[in-house]
């Protein structure tokens, strides 16, 4: 059976784009839910005047949620599922995400320690063999996370970001951008953490 | 027909590592030293690696492990599955290279529903049974279904709320929730027959050997993916049975200082897995001294042989059943640099060890981290809490109350996380953090263990401490610390600070001074060197001599 995946609308995009990323700037949101710039700001200031989102100004200031917006997205990203009718897909997809989840973190960890005479070192980098070696275990994982995600996309659209981003940020990585792996904001390890606080949102699950 | 697949754990096996596993062979050491060790018998590596090719048990395996587990009922006077007095058995995972967490293991295989009855009868205590059988169908499902342990607590926890109070309804319903979950999952139930629950436990174990997880694992570390895994199968012993039950990990030296007094965990009216989770508060093992006095000595006894056996420090897990001291595993090592120093100049002192052998124990890399530096204990101090130190150092950096929140603030600079507890879920976090703290655990707990493997500064088990993720604070006394907070955490004192104390550089111990002069001796060169020049100079004179490096005895990780 197919069917045409769940489209959602801009602002609820927005909204639960911030409950997943934590406080951000237009630019990261943009790159969240693939809405241009200007819009997603537009909305950030429509959610404003609702009194859904705040911002806060500084270095480490930017858009979040207020408790209001936090709420609100809980009740409409939960209805907007059962409209969906993906109830059972997400709940399945969830619980293949926690079996892959545990691979991630394995590999997170060799790409920042390498074994070296029976302990853990930093891993410096200086070894393009060794760290070949732990990007073919992210390429081998990611072909798994990608049928998961598209998975998700067939019954809920919002979910295709997050095949675009993964194998962007793999990409970027497999080109020598090393920080696309665990340290940038648009690497693998966030954009997989973002994914993983999506499914526990979506589903009403609380963390831990 | 002579066994071929199957190796009892006696005195008398002679395969080594390489067949039945590390953990299987400290197993048949511990026998030779006429120690006390659960039942059992392993299967050899060479099963999974049949299993491996063929997708199926080996011919013949079938009926090897009929005869063993007979054996067994004769030698625990038990049944497999009951009725009557019923036997359990633990089915472990264990190659000759240790791959920490990456295999199954499994609890309570053969009690079934018939069986856990057989057991509440037999102990008079039906919570008890039901709590057994519930971790049997736990290990299940993770194992054979692939049930996520975070899906797992779920259910366990959704149960909790239809019935709570922790009670024997609270278990019956928990257990009726993971039946459920493992016939969705799986392509069936758990069978209900004792000797087809072997087999696929045993199954599941070989399977875990080529799991995503464990061969990327092994593409890392460069193992071989040809070795397969030993099964170590024994008859259970439960540290939970009663109040004179428990379990722990105790180390012949306190592997932070190399001081020889015993060191390590107890918990009491626990099984196992409960003391490596660092979920529950610990004891010092000298606490058993006075509780089960029998067991304190039979646990001393067994640290003063199997040190004489690997000739160096090592480490114990142990359970008790009703005051019956059992041990489960040894393994030599797991000392920080401080204590590597330090043990290898008291086992040449005690005769254990030649000077010669002492100077190969100890890498250049223990010798950097054996100075390492402490906060300065006088003048103004801001001492948040105290705890176990499990790994030396100094760390200051900012607090992160989670793993994911540790790796997102790292790049800002050092982070010091503080959890309740850890698992190795928390890899990425752990790896991320400068210095570690966690409130609840001890030496032994996954925090530790981390800590100690990479070196970083820890404290473990400040009780003081609360950790609400949720809110991203630490609370501690009246206070309470928001995430991004500068802290200093002193692994050596177990101390967590305030801010950013002065720190002073460990003076120089007489132990150190003693291993370099030895140094000095072979390599005969002056003491107006650095240390680690002084100490590689004396291995570089020793190893060229052939003088074997330590590194390759039996179990060393």
Not at chain 1, 8 to 32: F, I, K, N, Q, Y
Not at chain 2, 107 to 112: E, Y
Not at chain 2, 495 to 513: F, K, N, Q
């Amino acid at each position: 059976m197919t069917r045409t995946p769940y489209p959602t609308g801009d602002d609820l995009l927005v909204l639960h784009a911030l409950r997943c990323v934590g406080s951000a700037g237009p630019a990261r949101l943009s790159e969240a839910t693939g809405l241009p710039g200007p819009d997603v700001e537009s909305v950030l200031i429509d959610l404003a005047v609702a009194g859904l989102t705040t911002y806060s100004p500084g270095d480490f200031g930017g858009w979040g949620l207020t408790e209001a917006g936090r709420a609100a997205d809980a009740e409409r990203i939960s209805r907007e599922l059962d409209a969906a009718g993906a109830r059972t897909a997400v709940t399945e997809a969830y619980e293949d995400f926690l079996v892959l989840n545990p691979e991630l973190l394995d590999l997170c960890t060799a790409w920042q320690l390498r074994p070296a005479g029976g302990v853990l070192v930093p891993n410096d980098h200086t070894d393009p063999a060794y760290d070949s070696r732990v990007l073919d275990g992210f390429t081998d994982l990611h072909r798994r996370a990608d049928v998961l995600c598209a998975d998700l996309s067939a019954v809920l659209l919002r979910f295709r970001r997050y095949r675009v981003r993964l194998a962007g940020a793999l990409a970027r990585a497999g080109s020598g951008a090393g920080e696309y792996v665990t340290d940038d904001m648009e690497s693998y390890h966030i954009v997989w953490f973002q994914l993983h606080e999506d499914l526990l949102a979506t589903l009403g699950i609380p963390r831990h | 027909m002579p066994t071929t697949w199957i190796h009892p754990l006696s005195a008398e096996t002679e395969e080594g590592a390489d067949v039945l596993g590390g953990k299987g062979h400290g197993l048949v050491v511990l026998r030779r030293l006429g120690l006390p060790v659960p039942p059992g018998f392993v299967i050899g590596t060479g099963a999974c690696r049949a299993f491996l090719r063929d997708g199926r048990l080996p011919d013949g395996l079938g009926a090897e492990l009929a005869a063993a587990v007979r054996d067994l009922e004769a030698a625990t006077r038990r049944r497999f599955g009951g009725p009557g007095r019923p036997l359990a058995v633990s089915v472990r995972s264990g190659g000759s290279v240790s791959m920490p967490g990456m295999m199954n293991t499994l609890l309570n295989v053969g009690l079934t529903a018939e069986a856990a009855a057989g057991l509440a009868a037999e102990t008079g205590d039906a919570r008890f049974a039901l709590d057994a059988r519930l971790r049997s169908l736990s290990g299940f499902a993770s194992a054979v279904a692939g049930v996520a342990p975070e899906q797992l607590d779920a259910v366990v926890r959704e149960a909790a709320g239809r019935a709570p109070g922790g009670g024997r309804r609270h278990l019956a319903g928990a257990i009726r929730s993971v039946e459920a979950l493992i016939r969705a999952r799986a392509a069936g139930p758990v069978p209900g027959d004792a000797t087809r629950q072997l087999e696929l436990a045993v199954g599941a174990v070989f399977s875990s050997w080529d799991t995503p997880r464990a061969r990327t694992y092994r593409e890392l570390h460069g193992i071989p993916h040809d070795l397969g895994t030993a099964v170590t199968v024994q008859a259970m012993v439960f540290g939970n049975r009663d109040e004179r039950s428990g379990t722990g990990v105790v180390f012949s030296r306190d592997p932070t200082t190399g001081e020889n007094v015993p060191f390590g965990d107890v918990l009491f009216g626990r099984q196992g897995e409960d003391v490596v989770s660092g979920r529950w508060a610990t004891r010092p093992p000298a606490e058993l001294a006075g509780r089960e006095p029998a067991v304190w000595a039979g646990l001393v006894e067994a640290l003063d042989r199997v040190e004489g056996h690997y000739r160096d420090a090592c480490q114990v897990e142990f359970t008790f059943e009703a005051g019956e001291l059992w041990l489960l595993q040894v393994r030599p090592g797991g000392l920080s640099g401080r204590a590597a120093v330090r043990v290898a100049v008291d086992l040449a002192d005690e005769g254990l060890i030649g000077r010669r052998e002492a100077l190969l124990r100890v890498s250049p890399r223990q010798l950097r981290q054996a100075r390492t530096p402490r906060t300065e204990t006088t003048g103004t101090r801001d001492l948040l809490a105290r705890g176990l130190g499990a790994c030396p150092g100094v760390a200051t950096g900012r607090v992160a109350t989670t793993a994911d929140g540790a790796v997102r603030m790292a790049a800002g600079g050092p982070v010091i996380l503080v959890r309740p507890h850890t698992s190795p879920l928390d890899m990425h976090g752990l790896a991320a953090s400068a210095g570690i703290v966690t409130s609840c655990g001890g030496p032994a707990s996954h925090a530790a263990v981390v800590a100690r493997a990479m070196g970083r500064p820890a404290v473990v088990g400040a009780a003081d401490l609360t950790v609400d993720a949720a809110a991203g604070c630490v609370r501690v006394g009246g206070r309470t610390i928001p995430e991004g907070t500068l802290v200093t955490v002193d692994g050596t004192g177990g101390e967590v600070l305030a801010g950013r104390p002065r720190i002073v550089t460990a003076p120089v111990g007489p132990h150190l001074d003693r291993l370099l002069g030895w140094a000095d001796e072979i390599s005969g060169g002056g003491p107006d060197r650095g240390d680690e020049e002084r100490l590689t100079a004396a291995r570089a004179v020793l190893l060229n001599r052939g003088g074997a490096p330590p590194d390759g005895r039996d179990g060393h990780r």
